[in-house]
Antibody, heavy 122, light 107 residues
Framework: QVQLVQSGAEVAKPGASVKITCKAS????????IHWVRQAPGQGLEWMGM????????TYAQRFQGRVTMTRDRSTSTVYMDLRSLRSEDTAVYYC???????????????WGQGTLVIVSS | EIVLTQSPATLSVSPGERATLSCRAG??????LAWYQKKPGQAPRLLIY???TRATGIPARFSGSGSGTEFTLSISSLQSEDCAVYYC?????????FGGGTMVEIK
């Protein structure tokens, strides 16, 4: 069965970086793009960006440009999301999620990781 | 960026009654719209994609309709386990965007 398993919770100081992992299993890793979505406390869902698991190309939401990098390791079917220059407003649960259409960069999301809580606090 | 406006913000429905949620887009999406259910402490769950196609395993009481800029998610007979926040999401244009959500509660 399809699974996306994320790394554990993180506490980071303002200005620091955090790197979250998302390990995929149960499907052909390179056939589906992976996106990242976050939810701050009491807020809605926010799309951050995506990575093409096959070619490695990425697209980011403008508000995260310059602060986020998404990479993948095909040998371990793992996607990484690195967020830098953290501020308190980055406190949120971060989800990796798979698009529901083979080969599509943009689509709906059919499988989700369990979420990773990131707390930014001094 | 395409803005998705969901209404109402909160919907109170009696058990067994129908719940109707709205999602309005700032520009035409065709049918490139999905709906998700989000419960506290859980990941979002895909309900509907392509505006009207139920995802695998989703009960038939959930249905989606609409195209262009006006979309609706209906829950035909509300069950207690349907209490959640519901989000619409468009994948017609970059950047992908979500609506602000509608909280559904039992009256």
């Amino acid at each position: 069965q399809v699974q996306l398993v994320q790394s554990g919770a993180e506490v980071a100081k303002p200005g620091a970086s955090v790197k979250i992992t998302c390990k995929a299993s149960g499907y052909t890793f390179t056939s589906y793009s992976i996106h990242w979505v976050r939810q701050a406390p009491g807020q809605g869902l926010e799309w951050m960006g995506m990575i093409d698991a096959s070619g490695g190309g990425s697209t980011y939401a403008q508000r995260f440009q310059g602060r986020v990098t998404m990479t993948r390791d095909r040998s371990t079917s793992t996607v990484y999301m690195d967020l830098r220059s953290l501020r308190s407003e980055d406190t949120a649960v971060y989800y990796c999620t798979r698009v529901g259409i083979v080969g599509a960069k943009s689509a709906f999301f059919d499988f989700w990781g369990q979420g990773t809580l990131v707390i930014v606090s001094s | 960026e395409i803005v998705l406006t969901q209404s109402p913000a909160t919907l109170s429905v009696s058990p067994g009654e129908r719940a109707t949620l709205s999602c309005r887009a700032g520009q035409s999406l065709g049918t490139n719209l999905a709906w998700y259910q989000k419960k506290p402490g859980q990941a979002p769950r895909l309900l509907i994609y392509g505006a009207s196609t139920r995802a695998t395993g989703i009960p038939a009481r959930f249905s989606g309709s609409g195209s262009g800029t006006e979309f609706t998610l209906s829950i035909s007979s509300l069950q207690s386990e349907d209490c959640a926040v519901y989000y619409c999401q468009q994948n017609n244009t970059w950047p992908l965007t979500f609506g602000g959500g509608t909280m559904v509660e039992i009256k």
